[in-house]
């Protein structure tokens, strides 16, 4: 007999997010990419961050609201 398919995971292959925009936290538990749009001057601008749901977005946009800082220039990324 064949082994069991889960459903779950067959329909968030179709329905999810490309997997460049999942990661998993240091527990395993799936984290995905959520687009925050801002405007400074005359221009919108936008990054991304990884949450567990809508809910866990908006309050780590509050925390950036309420804590965000400059901690240096990027001069350069290093691939993993």
Known sequence: MADPIDL???REKRDGPDPEFIVRD???R???AFG???NFGDSEWS???FAYDMADAEE???AIR???RISGQIMSVTPA
Do not use: P, W
Request: net charge neutral.
């Open 36 to 38: 925050i749009d801002f």
């Open 30 to 32: 799936r984290m995905v």
């Open 26 to 28: 240091s527990a395993g």
């Open 8 to 10: 779950t995971a067959e």
């Open 60 to 62: 780590r946009v509050k």
């Open 47 to 49: 990054f991304h961050i």
């Open 66 to 68: 309420e804590t965000a």
